[in-house]
């Protein structure tokens, strides 16, 4: 145990975990890496490309070694780092990328093998011979890739996601935030202060020294209870603001049970943040400096170092007599020998670079000296430091390495905002285009002392809240100085990007192979692109580029982020949107009558909706279906037509507007009366079909198909507010407001008379007509439009009463033989008349191929109209057709390619294609539609419907798409 007094641990409460299968003890307070340092743990994992032995290397969330799956079975987490998991009683952790054991991986042989595996090798190797890519090459990359791995099983925990708005939110719960938190929440702002950590405090809990002269972490407490008991100012523990887009919007993951062993309520919670102002104060990410052999597990970050023994009361040696070294460039690695002093720790020596390097406590010192070189298979056991061209090696377990700081700036770019170098803090600085309402604080902002951080934190504040800084307690303002020193060159790989595996010796590949600019570096060598994205690497492979080109850092450049700043699990992201919850699902009016009959159900976007009625003795699917069909063709047939889109048109310029939208003329549509509409996109093609009612002189109720609903009234939506805002005209859809049943079959009107209280005759009620009305007492509107080919109307009632409806229509026209029918004997209806709907309307369907050419209307101009008649689109042959099997019990299956019978079946001579099929109960046989080339010059030929892939072929007679009624009589009757 390598345990010490002091930190911020519970010492009190002792909690029991495991490590590969092993038992350890640790306390509360803990993060897992801490308690498996004070276990003396120190290999962890094994890095991606070369699983190179990999320890812990830093404190928090720019950890790139210490990878762990958490948990097990279904709630395995992979890649999570071990330095942000708060340690509970019963965690089980294991590491990963590795194979049999941590200690002995055998995938270790490519780090043997890694001058193959150089820089941009991915690009270069796996091309000869051709067929070994699918056979070998790909599976071997396919079974190495990733680090952990999923259960496999479904995620047991419940997510949740929720909305938050405020005047500030405050993005870092260190210094400078609770110096903003304490400003603006005194003067009465709405304040969001969140922080990724369990505690509030940041840097302030890793470090030494007083604030008023007492332990910092009393003024945090302080400021922490005062903000608790603001009214208007809410705290988020545990909370990562992972990204920053438009609109003063923010994403926040908050983990919310993933300190416990099963949660109690959800997971996490994905907040979506709306502030009218943001203070980014998120800190600042310490960088090492590249040198031979430095990933061995034993060597970390010098402020991780110093984080460990101040907060968690723990050293990163595996047993007391280990010896510690520091390698710095900075004030900031003496900074971390002092503590180590303070706390008993012997320090061997600080090895700076800097030959004015001054001496600040009781330690060995090394001016003008660098590590040039490491020992150690499974850990470190010495280094060799040269200074002034004479090398001796040191025995030592640990060793600190401290390469400045890098402020945290991640969010401040999300904006697509470029950083900027500053050459007085050698390191980038925020940018100066940030997203709106965005101020950046503390050593975010390139403020290093905590004074400075307080003072930043504090006026950024009172400036957004127009008040006065909050008072700031006594605090040190020690200048920080440093000659920066981006990597110590020497023959043997140094390591930048741990994760990735990336050295100094491929960033200098890249160089040569001309891969110069920032966003080729980074993809010829994967810097940045691993789980951490290169917060501790990034800025040290810019500094060696811009050495190896001859320019500054600041012409060099620097990638920008994106989120999320740290992973966010994909559950969280749904959240909890999984299983029947995926998607929201939307029920039909009847759809109790539909139940209580025994409907199976299909869903139709996010509908679900009957496909048939089956009836006591009926054993296949298709004789209900063809009862339903039969039933509406020969009586009446009822169908729930709900789910088609509805949209209210209503305005002085509602008719102008709807001439614009729709291909055909609807201006000169007459109240009282339908008229069936197509809508083509920008690009000409057909996407949507529907009705257009008058039901006033500026009322009009549009109907859309079920799919499109939603697209229709965005698009309608987007015309009316950015294409056309000086019509006056309003929308608003009504397809949850009306229950809308279809009445199909000769003896509709009789049956709709016994119930609606109007004269349904053909003189007073006429085909394509349209009324408000009354049924049963109720408001309501009557269509008499036919999807089927048969006499039909469509009744319309508020949706609370749609079931009562139904069954009233049941009820009433038992005598006459009513049948209720579902979706699959309404494709089927459909077909027989030569309906276009979704499988026709796919996208690719011009108004000429649908043989609705002529609907296009050249007196106007509409949305489409102009391209549908460019020269590609208009020489375009191919039409919608009926194809008949010449054996009528030849199934016909949608999707299938047509041929001409001689010719071979290959894409140079496929003349078309099926959109849908179906058994025909009314000409007892199967039937389809298509679209085929010439097809209207074809009519009577015989043509392949053929499946290749199957090798299934039905020869077809061409048709009009009309099989039933095609001069439509029936419907006019």
Known sequence: MTRISGGLIDRSRTLSFTFDGKRYEGHHGDTLASALMANGVRLVGRSFKYHRPRGIFAAGSEEPNALVTLRSGARAEP????????????????????????????????????????????????????????????????????????????????????????????IGGGAAGLAAALTAGRAGASVILADEDMRLGGRLLMESHALNDAPAVDWVQGVEAELAALPNVRILRRTTIFGSFDHGIFGALERVGDHLLRPETVRQTLWRITAKRSILAAGATERHIPFASNDRPGILLGGALRAYVNRWGVTPQAKDSDRIAIFTDNDDGHRTAIDLVAKGIPVLAVIDAREDAQRLGEYQLYKGATVTGTQGRLGLSSIDITQHGLTQTLECAVLGVSGGWNPNLHLASHHRGRPAWSQAHNAFLPPDDLPQGMAVAGAAAGHGSTYAALRSGAQIAAQLSECKPAELPLAEYAPHRQTPLWHVPGKTRAWVDFQNDVTVKDI??????????????????????????????????????????????????????????????????????????????????????????????????????????????????????DREVLAVRSAVGLCDVTTLGKIDVQGADAGDFLNRIYCNAMASLKVGKVRYGLMLREDGFAYDDGTCARLGEQHYVVTTTTANAGLVYRQMEFARQCLWPDLDVQLISTTDAWAQIAVAGPKSRELLSRVVEADLSNEAFPFMACAETSVCGLRARLFRISFSGELAYEIAVPTRYGNALMARLMEVGADLGVTPYGTEALGVLRIEKGHATGAELNGQASAQMLGMGR????????????????????????????????????????????????????????????????????????????????????????????????????????????FIDPEGGRLRD
Not at 135 to 155: T, V
Not at 906 to 933: M, Q, R, V
Request: with cysteine; hydrophobic share 40%.
């Open 855 to 962: 609907m296009v209307s050249t007196k106007k101009d509409s949305i489409g109209a102009v391209m549908s008649r460019r020269e590609g689109l208009m020489a375009d042959t191919r039409r919608l057709v009926g194809l008949m099997p010449q054996d009528p019990q030849a199934r016909i299956l949608a999707g299938g390619h047509l041929f001409a019978p001689e010719a071979e079946r290959k894409t140079e001579t496929d003349l078309g294609w099926i959109t849908s099929a179906c058994w025909s109960p009314h000409l007892n046989s199967y039937i389809a539609l298509g679209f085929l080339t010439d097809g209207e010059a074809r009519l009577g030929e015989t043509v392949i419907v053929a499946n290749p892939l199957e090798g299934d072929e039905v020869p077809c007679k061409i048709v009009s798409p009309h």
């Open 79 to 170: 890649n999570t780092r071990a330095t942000t998991i708060e340690l509970y009683d019963g965690l089980e952790a294991v590491s990963q990328n590795r194979w049999p054991s941590l200690a002995f991986d055998a995938l270790g042989v490519n780090d043997l093998a890694s001058p193959f595996f150089a820089a941009g090798f991915y690009y270069k190797t796996f091309m000869w011979p051709k067929a070994f890519w699918e056979k070998l090459y790909e599976p071997l990359i396919r079974r190495a890739a990733g680090l952990g791995a999923l259960g496999g099983e479904p995620d047991p925990d419940a997510y949740d996601k929720g909305f938050l708005h405020c005047d500030l939110l405050i």
């Open 508 to 625: 200098a590949l890249a160089h040569r192979e001309n891969m110069r600019p920032v966003e080729h570096l980074k993809r010829w060598t994967t810097l940045g692109m691993a789980t951490d994205q290169g917060k501790t690497a990034n800025v040290t492979a810019l500094a060696v580029m811009a050495e190896l080109t001859g320019k500054t850092i600041a012409q060099t450049g620097t990638t920008i982020f994106r989120p999320p700043y740290t992973p966010v699990a994909l559950g969280a992201l749904g959240g909890g949107d999984s299983g029947v919850h995926f998607r929201p699902t939307r029920l039909t009016p009847t759809h109790p009558f539909a139940v209580q009959r025994g409907a199976p159900f299909v869903e139709v976007g996010q509908w679900l909706r009957a496909q048939y009625f089956p009836l006591k003795g009926e054993t296949h699917w298709r004789e209900s279906v």
